[in-house]
């Protein structure tokens, strides 16, 4: 069945410290990929979404600077938090869309807590 | 910007009762709505999604679309314990192709 994998579940850096997160497509084909952040205060906030054939889009609030995503291929995502302080702690979520109208797919996420 | 509120933000039922959980949005044009359950330590999984005007019932789920209002409304029929996890309400505007969530119902099923 499809799915999608992300790693790692949980880590923990250091105050001004950077960390890579990976998400990946299993069983199917992604055509788009969102990238979510899960925080104890809010919602969910949307961080960029990345689709097939066009350039990332990244929300208010969130920069590439601060957030570089690598989208090379259908099936992998990668997104890094550079420069980690304690508001960026959350459960950071990828949703993988295989069709434009089909709901994302989830992850578990990647829960980020910064010391 | 599309808003998305959710009520009760918690939300306590004996097993086998019906669960009722509400979402209004802003954005008259959103496409769709989707609900999704998330239980603690683990992704949101999508449940059921209503594109149309009025109702779609898939097993013991029924969900209610009034666009007119911008309401939508789950129902549980026949709520279980195992149904006791936070319920996400999410609208879907396809100009952007983004998904916009609430902050959640949590709903506990006691036995």
């Known amino acids: 069945g499809a799915l999608v994998y992300q790693y790692p579940r949980r880590t923990i850096c250091k105050s001004g410290t950077s960390m890579r997160m990976e998400c990946q497509a299993v069983?199917?084909?992604?055509?788009?990929v969102a990238w979510y952040r899960q925080s104890p205060q809010k919602t969910f906030e949307l961080i960029a979404l990345?689709?097939?054939?066009?350039?990332?889009?990244?929300e208010q609030n969130f920069t590439q600077e601060k957030f570089p995503i690598s989208h090379p291929n259908l099936s992998f995502s990668s997104m890094t938090v550079l420069n980690a302080y304690l508001e960026d702690r959350g459960l950071y979520l990828c949703?993988?869309?295989?069709?434009?109208?089909?709901?994302?797919?989830f992850g578990e996420g990647t829960r980020l807590s910064v010391l | 910007q599309e808003k998305v509120q959710q009520s009760p933000e918690s939300l306590i039922v004996p097993e086998g009762a019906m669960s009722s959980l509400n979402c209004t949005f802003s954005?008259?044009?959103?496409?769709s709505i989707w609900w999704y359950q998330q239980h603690p330590g683990k992704g949101p999984e999508a449940l059921i999604?209503?594109?149309?005007?009025g109702n779609k019932k898939e097993g013991r789920l029924t969900v209610y679309l009034n666009r007119a209002s911008l309401h939508v409304s789950l129902h549980i029929r026949d709520s279980q314990p195992s149904d006791s996890a936070v319920y996400l309400c999410?609208?879907?505007?396809?100009?952007?192709?983004?998904?916009?969530f609430g902050k959640g119902t949590v709903l506990l099923v006691s036995p």
């Open positions: 949703g993988a869309r295989q069709g434009h109208n089909q709901a994302p797919l």
């Open positions: 069983g199917f084909q992604a055509t788009s």
């Open positions: 990345s689709t097939v054939n066009s350039a990332i889009k990244y």
């Open positions: 954005n008259s044009a959103s496409q």
């Open positions: 999604s209503i594109f149309s005007n």
């Open positions: 999410a609208a879907h505007d396809s100009g952007y192709n983004k998904l916009t």
